[in-house]
């Protein structure tokens, strides 16, 4: 049995997945949560989100899981809480900590009467500066000092949605800002107890690991974006492949293979957002950071222009007018379509009028009506073949595995125009004879496949 016992507020995706990891690695967690249907399923032995894993890991681990509504309790039965609640993005693109603060607050007035040290480590991704504040709000409302009746510690993940539970096990690295040496090395060791692998571990001061983070994120945007103009000038060379070049690319230890890889624009709730706070934390000491605005502009036009508008010429092409999307969600094995690339090309090609748009997700339909059910040209798809039933051109925007195994037969016996624009390399076709395949960052001179 762990020392240390452990409560975490927020039962997000993340918080949520966190309790369940905690669990599996044998330390008693306790969950909080305003949301009382998340808490009773907890309790239950059940997962209240979608997240590949946390299930089985929820059911079973109950024993050493509760979670409650109750701040006051999870924090007198822990000596450590990690706070994972949302920090909405503003119009202006930095961070609003409100949430945080809520938290923050709770916790240092329950500290106020609490005896022994408490490490509270904030999870939630915030900017340069926050850390400060939060350590302020603290002492001000436990009437008590940092580094003598309790530590604070930064430590965001840096983890990808349908991949949690494997990567919050098996990091890159850990990142941890400090108050002092004495939580910085508390948390360390949980860290050390907690992972699969052999990750480094890096400690720092607020400042910098709040700079590290947003970084690390719009640096990747940076790599998506660059493979997705190398895409795009690929379409115009005759034998042209962004997978030869990317994959040449990578092998340079200098630039290395993840995340460049041509394609969608990206999306999400993580990347979108980091990039803009990047550039707003970058301003606000005066500093302009022209490469991460650049980015975003250029991010934008792949999804709203330049993927729609090779949508019309290919229709235009077969002398069609229906088209079928397969996959909504911003990435495979997640509900999500917060920032997804398809929702915004479907948003963009209902800007024509005479297109008509059938679409289809394994997971995120329900999310998808939701934010598209007051356009009439879209039909809302129960399945694959019902997607693709009378339509001239198929896009394949995100790579659920369901998709792999669709057949060559599956396309020319249900489509009018068997014409497929794939954007993740993901179905598994050899021969593409009766069929127009186009894959993004791909030279190809189409051919009219009009019956």
């Not at 690929?234 to 041509?262: F, M, Q, S, W």
């Not at 925007?397 to 497929?420: C, D, G, H, L, R």
Request: aromatic residues 8%; charged residues 25%; proline residues 3%.
């Amino acid at each position: 049995m762990k020392n240390e016992k452990l409560s975490v507020f927020g039962l997000g995706k993340l918080g949520c997945t966190m309790l369940a990891c905690f669990a599996h690695k044998g330390w008693d967690v306790i969950g909080m949560d305003i949301n009382k249907d998340f808490v009773d399923k907890i309790n239950d032995g059940l997962s209240p989100i979608f997240e590949p894993g946390v299930d089985t890991l929820i059911k079973n681990h109950k024993g050493h899981i509760e979670a409650t509504t109750n701040a006051g309790y999870a924090i007198e039965k822990s000596n450590v809480s990690f706070v994972i609640v949302p920090t909405p993005s503003t119009e202006e693109g930095y961070f609003t900590t409100r949430y945080v603060e809520t938290v923050a607050s709770e916790i240092g007035s329950i500290l106020r009467n609490k005896n022994q040290y408490h490490l509270v480590v904030i999870t939630s991704t915030v900017l340069p500066g926050d850390m400060a504040h939060i350590v302020n709000l603290l002492e001000r409302t436990s009437q008590k000092k940092v580094n003598i009746d309790f530590g604070v510690c930064y430590n965001p993940d840096f983890i990808a949605l349908g991949n949690v539970v494997k990567n919050f096990l098996n990091p890159d690295m850990v990142l941890i800002g400090e108050s002092d040496e004495k939580a910085g090395s508390m948390l360390e060791k949980i860290h050390h107890e907690l992972v699969d692998n052999k990750p480094n571990i890096h400690r720092m001061n607020f400042y910098n690991a709040e700079l590290t983070k947003i970084a690390l994120n719009s640096y990747c945007t940076l790599k998506i974006t660059f493979a997705n103009v190398l895409a795009e000038i690929c379409e115009h060379l005759p034998g042209g492949n962004v997978d030869v070049v990317t994959n040449a690319l990578g092998d340079d230890t200098r630039i290395g293979r993840k995340y460049l890889k041509g394609g969608l624009s990206y999306g999400g709730p993580c990347f979108p957002r980091d990039n803009r706070a990047f550039a707003w934390s970058a301003a606000k000491v005066g500093v302009k950071n022209i490469m991460a605005l650049k980015t975003d502009e250029i991010n934008n036009y792949q999804r709203d222009f330049r993927i729609p508008q090779k949508i019309e010429a290919l229709l235009h092409k077969v002398k069609g007018n229906n088209v079928s999307i397969l996959g909504l969600t911003y990435k495979a094995d997640t509900t999500l379509i917060e920032e997804s690339a398809a929702i915004n090309i479907i948003k963009a090609l209902s800007k024509n009028g005479g297109i008509k748009i059938k679409i289809f997700d394994p997971a995120g339909m329900q999310e998808s009506k939701n934010a598209l059910e007051e356009l009439e040209q879209i039909y809302f798809a129960e399945s694959i073949t019902d997607c693709l039933k009378d339509t001239d051109l198929c896009l394949i925007a995100t790579p659920w595995k369901e998709f792999e195994q669709i057949s060559k037969e599956t396309f020319i016996n249900n489509m009018k125009n068997p014409v497929i624009l794939e954007a993740c390399n993901c179905i598994n076709i050899d021969d593409i004879d009766g069929i127009e395949y186009i894959k993004i960052g791909q030279y190809n001179n189409i051919k009219n496949t009009s019956k």
